[in-house]
């Protein structure tokens, strides 16, 4: 009886470290964003770029209305901005809860999600601030380009990453066993 009071401490314990890991990450998502994207404000103009590699990447200052990748960028709906608000607040709802309930190990699962988390709070700071979001990498090739994105839009776009690798390349328990 003592033995499983015990190991269920341990196990709460360990739980517990881990989500101040995986906070820790998301929070130096946040940082890292925040001070990107304050630097880009204060000393790069709107629409003004910094050749990093000609024809291929540029680091340039643009504001994005819209979702990531400039989706809706162009919508004239008054709507828009709480919409976007309001999806981003859900998210973080569903990512915290399974980060919560799943920070028992330091995993691929809680890494991606750690990320996912730390990029949709910079996304949504700018939003409600300024309700738009600062984008300053750009690639390149030609006439051909990606739309500019951030810190935040690159640990979310590698937390799903690394989700959907945990997906399709680890195995599951029955499948360990065979």
Avoid at 39 to 66: K, M, Q, W, Y
């Amino acid at each position: 009886m003592f033995t499983n009071l015990r190991d269920t401490k341990q196990r709460q314990e360990v739980s517990r470290v881990m989500r101040r890991y995986h906070f820790l990450i998301a929070l130096c998502v946040i940082v890292l964003d925040r001070a990107t994207k304050w630097t880009i404000a204060r000393r790069l103009s709107l629409h003004d770029s910094i050749p990093v590699i000609p024809g291929f990447f540029r680091i340039i200052h643009a504001e994005n209305p819209g979702a990531a990748f400039g989706i809706f960028a162009d919508s004239p709906s008054e709507w828009k901005v709480g919409l976007l608000i309001l999806f981003s607040v859900i998210a973080l709802l569903i990512v915290s809860a399974l980060l919560w309930k799943n920070s028992h190990r330091l995993t691929s699962t809680g890494i991606g999600l750690s990320l996912i988390l730390g990029g949709a709070i910079g996304n949504l700071w700018d939003r409600l601030v300024s309700r738009h979001v600062v984008d300053f990498l750009l690639f390149y090739v030609g006439s051909h380009q990606w739309p500019a994105f951030n810190v935040a839009d690159s640990a979310i776009v590698l937390g799903a990453g690394l989700l959907v690798f945990e997906i399709v390349f680890t195995k599951s328990p029955s499948r360990q066993s065979a």
